[in-house]
T-cell receptor, first 112, second 113 residues
Framework: DAKTTQPNSMESNEEEPVHLPCNHS???????IHWYRQLPSQGPEYVIH???SNVNNRMASLAIAEDRKSSTLILHRATLRDAAVYYC?????????????FGTGTLLAVQP | KAGVTQTPRYLIKTRGQQVTLSCSPI?????VSWYQQTPGQGLQFLFE???????NKGNFPGRFSGRQFSNSRSEMNVSTLELGDSALYLC????????????FGPGTRLTVT
């Protein structure tokens, strides 16, 4: 299974953009890049996913490097409610499974 | 639409006992996966069901088992509980056999004493 590497923790100020990096140098061509987040005392929550092109949704943007060996989750204006652990996960569609392999994630602290 | 529900939310059991946890997926979802979350090991995949069939199993001992019913509800069972089984057990559902987005329940907090 391909592995992802994320910083253990990051800090941001409220209403400022946040860029959460993820390295996945062993990514294969059929691996999708998924991001989930886990707020305190809750189950993980889907944020966004992408394959090759940059993606935007109502929660965040995902910027994928041209060689796909890294990606960045962008929260455009952090709020206190964005404080969570963010997980970058590689999901292989050809693996015929919905199994997610979670790493240690990045703990994002948002200061008022 | 109601989210994924898990019952019970909290449970205290004694070492050696067995426990059954329940997960009701979002209506119409046929895929259910189970995860164990502990401070030391993080989130680990237990097993996955689709249309009552187990499709995938993680690296857990045989004491951990599960099943899925025809209404897509799923149960997991842990027999001969050990102290190390204390964890948050999370269930996730998705609508398709292969899905980009999975919806997690709030989890069942199991404490083994």
């Amino acid at each position: 299974d391909a592995k992802t590497t994320q910083p253990n923790s990051m800090e941001s100020n409220e209403e400022e953009p946040v860029h959460l990096p993820c390295n996945h140098s062993t990514i294969s061509g059929t691996d999708y890049i998924h991001w989930y987040r886990q707020l305190p005392s809750q189950g993980p929550e889907y944020v966004i996913h992408g394959l090759t092109s940059n993606v935007n949704n109502r929660m965040a943007s995902l910027a994928i490097a041209e060689d796909r060996k890294s990606s960045t989750l962008i929260l455009h204006r952090a709020t206190l409610r964005d404080a969570a652990v963010y997980y970058c996960i590689l999901w292989r569609r050809g693996g015929a499974t919905n199994k997610l392999i979670f790493g240690t994630g990045t703990l994002l602290a948002v200061q008022p | 639409k109601a989210g994924v529900t898990q019952t019970p939310r909290y449970l205290i059991k004694t070492r050696g006992q067995q426990v059954t946890l329940s997960c009701s997926p979002i209506s119409g979802h046929r895929s259910v996966s189970w995860y164990q979350q502990t401070p030391g090991q993080g989130l680990q995949f237990l097993f996955e069901y689709f249309s009552e069939t187990q499709r995938n199993k993680g690296n857990f001992p045989g004491r951990f088992s599960g099943r899925q019913f025809s209404n897509s509800r799923s149960e997991m069972n842990v027999s001969t509980l050990e102290l190390g089984d204390s964890a948050l057990y999370l269930c996730a559902s998705s609508s398709q056999q292969l899905s980009y987005e999975q919806y997690f329940g709030p989890g069942t907090r199991l404490t083994v004493t």
